[in-house]
T-cell receptor, first 115, second 116 residues
Framework: AAGVIQSPRHLIKEKRETATLKCYPI?????VYWYQQGPGQDPQFLIS???????DKGSIPDRFSAQQFSDYHSELNMSSLELGDSALYFC??????????????FGPGTRLTVL | GNSVTQMEGPVTLSEEAFLTINCTYTATGYPSLFWYVQYPGEGLQLLLKATKADDKGSNKGFEATYRKETTSFHLEKGSVQVSDSAVYFC???????????????FGQGTILTVHP
C-alpha cells in the first residue's frame, strides 16, 4: 500500500539559511499534519491542513510557513534557520472528511541538521 | 489542555517476558487513544488504537484498553521478542470544541530494549 512520502530524507543547512521540506500524502487523504521531533523528545504538532486550507496551528515559529497544494502535497518552509531547528520533521496524513477523527499515518521523516 | 504521561523508561526485559508500559491522559473531551512505535532511524508506525471507552486495541500481540474511569491506556504484551525493541509513544487526539482537528498529543516515549 502507498505510504506517506517525504523529501528529502536528510538535509544539512547552515545557520540563517532556508529549507523546504516536502510531503506527499497517501492518495485520497485530505488532511496533512506536520510534527517536529527534537533529539530524545516526543513529536510536537506544528500545523495541519484540510483540503488545502490551514485547519490548526501549534507551536510553529513565525520563521516557518507551510501550505498544501492543489495536488494535496504539502511543503514546510523554514527561514533564518537556527541551531535549535535541528530535528526530525514528520508529515502525517489522514482521511478525515473534515472531522479530524481518522488515523494519522506518518512518513519516514526528514532529518534536518543546522550547522 | 491535553496531556499524555507515560511511565519513565528505559525498560529492559528478557525475551518472552511480560511487558506493561503505563499511559495516562488528560483531555477536555472524548479523545481517541493511540500507541505508535518508532524503530531506530525510522518514522512512527501505528501500533493500535481505541476510539471510545472500554474499547480494546490489539495488534501483533500488543493490547491496550481504553479506561475512561482511570484515564489510562496501558500497553501490554504477554511475551516480548528482541524485534520489539523500539520507542513506544502513547498519544491522544481530542476534538473537544471542534477546534483541534485531530492533532496528536504525544507522551514522552518509552524506550524498550529486549535481550535474548
Amino acid at each position: 500500500a502507498a505510504g506517506v512520502i517525504q523529501s528529502p530524507r536528510h538535509l544539512i543547512k547552515e545557520k540563517r539559511e532556508t529549507a523546504t521540506l516536502k510531503c506527499y500524502p497517501i492518495p485520497r487523504h485530505d488532511t496533512v499534519y506536520w510534527y517536529q521531533q527534537g533529539p530524545g523528545q516526543d513529536p510536537q504538532f506544528l500545523i495541519s491542513f484540510y483540503e488545502k486550507m490551514q485547519s490548526d496551528k501549534g507551536s510553529i515559529p513565525d520563521r516557518f510557513s507551510a501550505q498544501q497544494f492543489s495536488d494535496y502535497h504539502s511543503e514546510l518552509n523554514m527561514s533564518s534557520l537556527e541551531l535549535g531547528d535541528s530535528a526530525l520533521y514528520f508529515c502525517a496524513s489522514s482521511f478525515s472528511g473534515g472531522s479530524g477523527t481518522d488515523t494519522q499515518y506518518f512518513g519516514p521523516g526528514t532529518r534536518l541538521t543546522v550547522l | 489542555g491535553n496531556s499524555v504521561t507515560q511511565m519513565e523508561g528505559p525498560v529492559t526485559l528478557s525475551e518472552e517476558a511480560f511487558l506493561t508500559i503505563n499511559c495516562t491522559y488528560t483531555a477536555t473531551g472524548y479523545p481517541s487513544l493511540f500507541w505508535y512505535v518508532q524503530y531506530p532511524g525510522e518514522g512512527l508506525q501505528l501500533l493500535l488504537k481505541a476510539t471510545k471507552a472500554d474499547d480494546k486495541g490489539s495488534n501483533k500481540g500488543f493490547e491496550a484498553t481504553y479506561r475512561k474511569e482511570t484515564t489510562s491506556f496501558h500497553l501490554e504484551k504477554g511475551s516480548v521478542q528482541v524485534s520489539d525493541s523500539a520507542v513506544y509513544f502513547c498519544a491522544l487526539s481530542d476534538l473537544a470544541g471542534g477546534t483541534s482537528y485531530g492533532k496528536l498529543t504525544f507522551g514522552q516515549g518509552t524506550i524498550l530494549t529486549v535481550h535474548p
